[in-house]
C-alpha cells in the first residue's frame, strides 16, 4: 500500500520531466499514428445517427500530438451546415477547468494566496443597501474552498444580466444567502462559485476576466479560437443547440467558453504535459491542483474508484507510479461536452450540440464508454 507521500512524490517526480505512459511503460514504445486512432471516426458517425444527434465534434491527443480531429453531422439543421473541424461548441461547465488553470496561474505568479479569504480579495464588494454578511461563516470562504465547490454557496449565482456588473451584483446578493454547510466542510457543486472566481481573477491579475485567460492562459498554448459566448445570436463559426432528437432548437443561453473540440484536447495536454513537455503550471502547482483537498479527506469523501474532487476539475487520480488522470463533464440545454486527459497520455474532447434525454441512457455516458473500449484496442496494438 502506497501512503498519500509517497504518491504525491512520485507524481511530482513524473512530471518534471518524465513521459508519460500507462502502468509504466518504456519511454521507447511505439508512437501511434493517425491512421490507428482514426478508426474511431466511423464509431461516432453510426453513434450520432442511432442516438439522434444534430452534430458532434471530437478531437483526440496522443502524447501530446493530435491524431484525430473531425466534426460529425450538423452545426446548422435548418440549412444543413455540416460541423468543421474548427466549429465552435459551448463548454457549458467545462468552463470551469479554464477558471481553474487561471486561478492557480495566479497563485504560482505569487499574485494570489490560495488561502486567501474571499471577502478581502473583494473587499470592494458590500452586501446591497449596506447591510451585514447574513452568515458570518461567508467570511472564511477561501479561494481553495471555491476551486473544489467547498464555498458551501447556493449552486447558481443570484439576479441576472447580460452587463459586466451582472457578476458583482450576483456576489453582493450572496453575502445576503445563508451558506449550505460551513466552508471547506464539504463539496457541493456551485455554479456561483466559479463565477465568483472570475472576479477574484480580475481583483487578482488587475485585469478583465476574458482577456486575461485568452492571453496569459490561452495564447501560450498555442489557442487563439476560444472566446466567451456572445451575448446575442450565434457566431459564425459557432453550432446551434437542439433539444433531444435533434431537431428542436434549444434556448442558448451564454457566460461559457466556445472553442473546437481539437483546441480543447490541447488545453487538455498542456495542463498534463503530455508527450513529455512541461506541465502549463508547475508540477508542484499541478500536484496540488490533482491532490485531494485535506477538509474531504478527513472527512472520507473519496469515491471507491480513489478518484476525488480536483481543483477545477470533476475528477481527478494520481497513481502510485506517477501518473494520473482527470476530467470534467458540462452540460446544459442543446450542449454535452466532455474533456478528459487518461494516465495513457491520451486526452480527448468530446462536444454533442443536442441536449441529453431526461429518460433512458445518456448518450454522452454511452459515447465515452464507446470511445474507452476503443482506446484500449488501439495501445494494445504492436
Not at 479569504?117 to 451585514?132: A, I, K, N, Q, S
Not at 503550471?281 to 499541478?286: F, G, I, M, N, V
Not at 431526461?358 to 504492436?382: D, H, S, T, V, W
Amino acid at each position: 500500500m502506497h501512503n498519500r507521500r509517497e504518491v504525491l512524490t512520485a507524481f511530482v517526480a513524473g512530471l518534471a520531466g518524465q513521459t508519460i505512459f500507462s502502468n509504466g511503460a518504456a519511454a521507447n514504445q511505439r508512437g501511434r499514428d493517425r491512421g490507428e486512432f482514426s478508426s474511431v471516426e466511423p464509431l461516432m458517425e453510426r453513434f450520432i445517427e442511432e442516438h439522434h444527434i444534430a452534430g458532434a465534434s471530437m478531437a483526440i491527443a496522443y502524447q501530446g500530438r493530435i491524431v484525430s480531429d473531425r466534426g460529425y453531422g450538423f452545426a446548422d439543421v435548418a440549412t444543413r451546415r455540416p460541423v468543421e473541424r474548427n466549429t465552435l461548441f459551448s463548454l457549458a461547465s467545462v468552463t470551469k477547468s479554464i477558471t481553474g488553470v487561471g486561478v492557480l496561474k495566479l497563485v504560482e505568479e505569487g499574485k494570489l494566496d490560495l488561502d486567501a479569504r474571499v471577502v478581502h480579495v473583494l473587499r470592494d464588494l458590500h452586501p446591497p443597501r449596506g447591510e451585514r454578511i447574513a452568515d458570518p461563516r461567508f467570511r472564511e470562504i477561501t479561494v481553495h474552498h471555491l476551486l473544489f465547490h467547498g464555498g458551501g454557496l447556493q449552486h447558481d449565482l443570484p439576479g441576472s444580466g447580460d452587463d459586466e456588473r451582472a457578476e458583482e451584483r450576483g456576489y453582493r446578493q450572496l453575502l445576503e444567502k445563508p451558506l449550505l454547510f460551513g466552508p471547506g466542510t464539504e463539496h457541493k457543486y456551485s455554479n456561483a462559485g466559479f463565477i465568483v472566481l472570475r472576479l477574484v481573477i480580475e481583483r487578482a491579475s488587475g485585469e478583465r476576466y476574458e482577456p486575461f485567460i485568452r492571453q496569459h492562459i490561452l495564447q501560450p498554448m498555442g489557442i487563439t479560437g476560444m472566446h466567451l459566448e456572445p451575448e446575442r445570436g450565434y457566431g459564425p463559426d459557432e453550432t446551434h443547440r437542439y433539444q433531444p432528437g435533434g431537431r428542436r432548437p434549444a434556448p442558448r443561453n451564454t457566460g461559457n467558453w466556445l472553442a473546437s473540440s481539437g483546441e480543447l484536447a490541447r488545453f487538455a495536454s498542456a495542463v498534463a504535459g503530455s508527450g513529455g513537455g512541461p506541465t502549463f503550471l508547475s508540477p508542484k502547482t499541478t500536484a496540488l491542483m490533482l491532490e485531494c483537498p485535506p477538509s474531504l479527506r478527513a472527512a472520507r469523501k473519496g469515491r471507491p474508484d480513489a478518484s476525488h474532487v480536483g481543483l477545477g476539475w470533476d475528477s481527478a487520480e494520481v497513481f502510485p507510479n506517477g501518473t494520473y488522470r482527470f476530467s470534467k463533464n458540462g452540460g446544459k440545454p442543446g450542449v454535452q461536452a466532455w474533456l478528459e486527459h487518461l494516465e495513457s497520455g491520451i486526452d480527448w474532447a468530446l462536444f454533442f450540440n443536442t441536449g441529453a434525454p431526461k429518460e433512458g441512457p445518456n448518450p454522452q455516458g454511452e459515447a465515452r464508454k464507446m470511445m474507452y473500449e476503443a482506446f484500449a484496442q488501439i495501445l494494445r496494438r504492436g
